[in-house]
């Protein structure tokens, strides 16, 4: 068997109090997919971004091709041909696609044409387009990451990480990707993908290293592993990967919710709500299936005042929601939490601490000037205790906590405010296993409490295990409401595709 091309050995790397990384070796080899799997927190980032010269290890050693490396910025590891996509992307949105990809390089600004065949070439040769001429504050998630793809494949690296890049993505997107990677890897490039999706790492990579607590648990063949050891390397026991779905409330006979007719179009005319109306009761969780874009956004904007609706009604409790001011419609109890393409974009102050920022949220609402921190304080150890948010303590700032555990602060501080009516959108995006199962515990918990939860959701497998009925929604238009008892996941994806 070929040599290793990338050997990292004995690494750690301290955070003050946190050991993030402690003693962990990896190799990967040339031609090989290798997938790091690990609980949020588990310090893979921080692996990784090691290899890419973000971060100065405490301890240990990189080689790669034989030579011992020692990187003390990302120019260093660029030049060493490690290429890195991160978990948030790093592009100037004013700028279009070529600049971004050509960024740094000398005399960019004035040879557009020689750049624009080189990125020709490039995406000729590992299967990827993009319009080098667009801006990437017109681009989708999907666009943005061929960029950043690039713009590695651009610098000539043979090594590529991706962190997390399928969290955001449409499973039409994920494959596109998966074929580039193919692609490198037959071109003998050496890979490493972190994702939480255990479907895809099972279709994707040769083998899967896992981290535990910041140390090296395993490293095993893909075709030799499964995703039930695989779960219990990254937990450290047997885990049930299953939901139990209380009955919705029987004696809830009006609903709590009632919408009706709403349409919206966009800026150019096109509808993108389309007459959609459906009751949602309290004590019932109800799906929203849809191919990204299809108007899930806009549907929450609405609801939450953010965004005003062309015509129809939306009626909670009777009353109509649609007139109400954003802070009016919260001050009914009405909340809503969408983990967005970008987390940090959302809601959170990635500057200021935990307690800071659920102060932000608990406080906007309220007259007076006094804030009351002591309480913020027991609000913020509530959320960080009951979502096993890895951090070690509330006054930490929130940039410094792993992608995940970031995710959980922001959950957990709309969960917590006691809503009566919960929008939720895509909550277990960049979650590990157990921290998934463990909201949706959380969304049933609400739900026999007799809460009204609106679950915009993107895995059909989950939609189906922990709602009571499910929208299917397809271009703006609502397609059907199923029962997810008597209705199979094909079914469903079919009416996503506008199928009838
Ligand atoms: N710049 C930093 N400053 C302080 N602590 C940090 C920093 N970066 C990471 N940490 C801490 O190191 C630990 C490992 O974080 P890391 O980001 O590597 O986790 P991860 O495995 O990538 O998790 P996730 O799946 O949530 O993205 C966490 O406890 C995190 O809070
Ligand atoms: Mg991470």
Request: charged share 25%; net charge neutral; proline share 4%.
């Amino acid at each position: 068997m070929a040599d290793p091309y990338i050997v990292m050995e004995h690494i750690s790397k301290r955070f003050g109090s946190v050991l993030a990384n402690n003693d962990v070796g990896l190799s990967v080899r040339r031609g090989e997919i290798v997938a790091l799997l690990g609980e949020n927190g588990s310090g893979k980032s921080t692996l990784v971004n090691i290899l890419a010269g973000i971060y100065l290890p405490d301890t240990g050693s990189i080689q790669i091709d034989g030579s011992p490396r020692f990187f003390h910025s990302p120019h260093d590891a660029i030049v060493a041909g490690v290429g890195m996509v991160h978990q948030h992307f790093m592009l100037i949105p004013v700028m279009n696609a070529r600049e971004n990809i050509s960024l740094g390089e000398k005399g960019y600004v004035f040879n557009k044409k020689a750049v624009s065949a080189k990125i020709s070439r490039v995406e000729q040769e590992f299967g990827l387009t993009i319009p080098h001429d667009k801006k990437i504050y017109d681009m989708s998630v999907g666009e943005k990451q061929t960029v950043e793809i690039l713009k590695v494949l651009y610098r000539g690296a043979s090594i590529l990480i991706l962190d997390e890049p399928t969290a955001v993505l449409t499973p039409q997107e994920t494959m596109r990707l998966f074929a580039i990677m193919r692609n490198m890897r037959d071109a003998g490039c050496a890979i490493i993908i972190i994702t939480h999706k255990l479907g895809e790492v099972m279709e994707i990579s040769d083998r899967v290293a896992v981290l535990r607590g910041g140390q090296l648990t395993g490293s095993v063949n893909t075709r030799d592993t499964t995703p039930r050891e695989l779960t219990e390397m990254m937990v450290g026991a047997s885990v049930s990967l299953e939901i139990n779905r209380p009955a919705p409330a029987a004696s809830v006979k009006q609903p709590m919710l009632e919408v009706r007719s709403l349409s919206l179009s966009n800026k150019e005319g096109v509808k993108v709500i389309d007459d959609i109306s459906f009751d949602l009761y309290g004590g019932e969780i109800l799906g929203v299936a849809g191919i990204a874009g299809s108007g899930q956004k806009e549907l929450c904007e609405i609801l939450t005042g953010l965004r005003h609706a062309d015509s129809g009604s939306a009626r909670f409790e009777g009353d109509e929601l649609l007139k109400l001011s954003p802070r009016a419609i919260k001050n009914r109890g009405i909340r809503l939490s969408f983990i967005p393409e970008d987390r940090l974009g959302m809601g959170l102050v990635a500057g200021m601490s935990i307690t800071d920022n659920v102060l932000l949220r608990h406080y906007d609402g309220t007259p007076g000037i006094f804030i009351n921190r002591a309480s913020g304080k027991t609000q913020a150890e509530t959320i960080v205790q009951r979502y096993a948010v890895s951090t070690p303590s509330v006054n930490h700032i929130v940039k410094k906590l792993s992608g995940g555990n970031i995710q959980k602060v922001l959950l957990g501080r709309e969960i917590e405010t006691n809503p009566r009516l919960l929008i939720t959108a895509y909550p277990a995006r960049g979650l590990d296993i157990g921290a998934s199962y463990s909201i949706y515990d959380m969304l049933n918990e609400r739900k026999k409490r007799g809460v009204a939860v609106l679950f915009i959701g993107e895995d059909l497998d989950v939609l189906r295990e922990l709602c009571d009925r499910i929208i299917v929604i397809h271009n703006g238009t609502l397609m059907s409401i199923v029962d997810p008892f008597l209705t199979s996941k094909e079914d469903i994806g079919l009416l996503m595709l506008g199928h009838r």
